[in-house]
């Protein structure tokens, strides 16, 4: 006879928790059960085999049997694979509760129980476009934001003044309708919105004609923001309590502020760091100088050493952005690009050419010495 893999039957790795063998059981369970598949033998011998993998697996003795020995291990510790009929729904989920049962049998895989209870309102989000200096300085500024709000006339009730809003009686007050079927041994349960109160647990018999009966209106408020310094484009703020109005006497949403930065025409921005690129003469270059550059706040100076390359980079620290919280500043690093000149004056031209000649002197020079060189070692 084959022996059987108890974890390849149940789809799980051998060194699969408690929790995980359970829910791979469940999974299988719901796809296999002889209920489920009514006058279908292969599914009743799918179920058996799934049910007896279960039943060794979930005992630690009898699974670490089967672990050493195999199936003879576990026939020797007192179980014999495959006997005892069909479990009856209680020994079938004696180790689960209630989710885990409706799990099985709900046909979606989800809890489906309602709070009907008080229930906080959504949160917002508001995009709030800045530039990079008043990120550099931080801004307070006030900003316009529609929410719904608690109604001003019945007070969130949803009921006409001077009424209030009366338990369901079909119900109960919970919103839900709950029935019961056995069929054999499988009990299910079947959880549904209450058809009279929609699954609200109360009825308002007059409903507040301000709001329709919702609870809620629409506003737009003034809403004051201030935004640290330092902060970078996709950050957000959150105001506790700006958000839309809770249900049932529920606390409001919170209001997210999303930062967006605008592209600025000199900086780029890079965490605390700023970057930016300059030009300087073929002179500077060579022979060396100052030149002036834009900063975030104001302009710096830079010494340029003769014989700079283009496309050096020049770290101006302490000159980039704030950190958030005042942890000090960022740097700020200056490319620096040589700029060749397109066109060139008859007198710019001929000190070019002697300037040229110089080097060319020179590699002349350097040619010389390679050859004698050359000739030293055939000689």
Known sequence: MTEKDYYDILGIDRDASEDEIKKAFRHLARKWHPDVNPDNKEAEGKFKEINEAFEVLKDPEKRSAYDQFGSAGVEGAGFRPGSGGSPSFDDLFRNFGFGDIFDVFSGSGEKRRRSFGPEQGADLKYGLEMTLEDAFRGVETEILVPRFEQCSVCRGSGAKPGTSPKKCTKCGGTGEIRMVRRNAFIQTMNIAPCDRCGGEGTIIDKQCSHCDGTGKERKTRKVKVKIPAGVDDGQYLRLSGQGEAGSKGGPPGDLYI????????????HESDLFCRTSVSIAIAVLGGEIGVPTINGKAKIKIPSGTQSHTVFRLRGQGMPELHGRGRGDQLVKVVVDIPKKLSKDQKRLMEEYAD??????ETSRGFFERLREHKGS
């Open 358 to 363: 110089t080097f060319e002197k020179k590699i």
């Open 258 to 269: 999303v930062i967006g930065l605008k592209e600025h025409p000199i900086f780029e921005r």
